[in-house]
Antibody, heavy 118, light 109 residues
Framework: QLQLQESGPGLVKPSQTLSLTCTVS??????????WSWIRQHPGKGLEWIGY???????YYNPSLKSRVTISIDKSKSQFSLNLSSVTAADTAVYSC??????????WGQGTLVTVTS | EIVLTQSPGTLSLSPGERATLSCRAS???????LAWYQHKRGQAPRLLIY???SRATGIPDRFSGSGSGTDFNFTISRVEPEDFAVYYC??????????FGQGTKLEVK
């Protein structure tokens, strides 16, 4: 069974870069049938898709975050990562990784809370 | 960007009752690009329905989806105790954007 697990610091200072990693197990991150996404949920708010990466490194980002987001992949470690630069309190959220099929997310990690605070 | 509006915000029902959730889009959504998820606190969201009406693997048949264009519905024929959670609709559009509705909380009456 496919499992995704997010990891990274739970606290980030304003103006710094938020960095998270998603480790994929029970399936291949190199499958050409899927993309690998990051999604976040602000406290008490809805879900926001951040972007995705394909196994070959191709990426696509939410235009609202594009200038600050980088998603990368390390197939040897079965991991993909999120970097979000110049964070503010508005970036405080639960960040989740998910396997992305044709148009939906069929497996998710549990999510990790990242708080931006000085 | 296509905005999805879910209603009601909260639905209070007793086990055994029928639940009907609505998801309305600001623009027409291709049916094959509309999905529904269940999210329980502290757990990973779970894909229930994709393509507006197809159940994901292992999803009980009490869960169903319907609709087209800008109006989509999600139904639980008979609510079980484990079904109390937040439900989200989600769409994917031609600009390669994914957006979610704000969620409907299904709570015990």
């Amino acid at each position: 069974q496919l499992q995704l697990q997010e990891s990274g610091p739970g606290l980030v200072k304003p103006s710094q870069t938020l960095s998270l990693t998603c480790t994929v197990s029970g399936g291949s991150i190199s499958s050409g049938n899927y993309y690998w996404s990051w999604i976040r949920q602000h406290p008490g708010k809805g879900l926001e898709w951040i972007g995705y990466i394909y196994y070959n490194g191709n990426t696509y980002y939410n235009p609202s975050l594009k200038s600050r987001v980088t998603i990368s992949i390390d197939k040897s470690k079965s991991q993909f990562s999120l970097n979000l630069s110049s964070v503010t309190a508005a970036d405080t959220a639960v960040y989740s990784c998910a396997r992305t099929g044709h148009s939906y997310f069929d497996s998710w990690g549990q999510g990790t809370l990242v708080t931006v605070t000085s | 960007e296509i905005v999805l509006t879910q209603s009601p915000g909260t639905l209070s029902l007793s086990p055994g009752e029928r639940a009907t959730l609505s998801c309305r889009a600001s623009q027409s959504v291709r049916s094959s690009y509309l999905a529904w998820y269940q999210h329980k606190r502290g757990q990973a969201p779970r894909l229930l329905i994709y393509g507006a009406s197809s159940r994901a693997t292992g999803i009980p048949d009490r869960f169903s989806g319907s609709g087209s264009g800008t109006d989509f519905n999600f139904t639980i024929s008979r609510v079980e105790p484990e079904d109390f959670a937040v439900y989200y609709c989600q769409q994917y559009d031609n600009s390669r954007m994914f957006t979610f509705g704000q969620g409907t909380k299904l709570e015990v009456k």
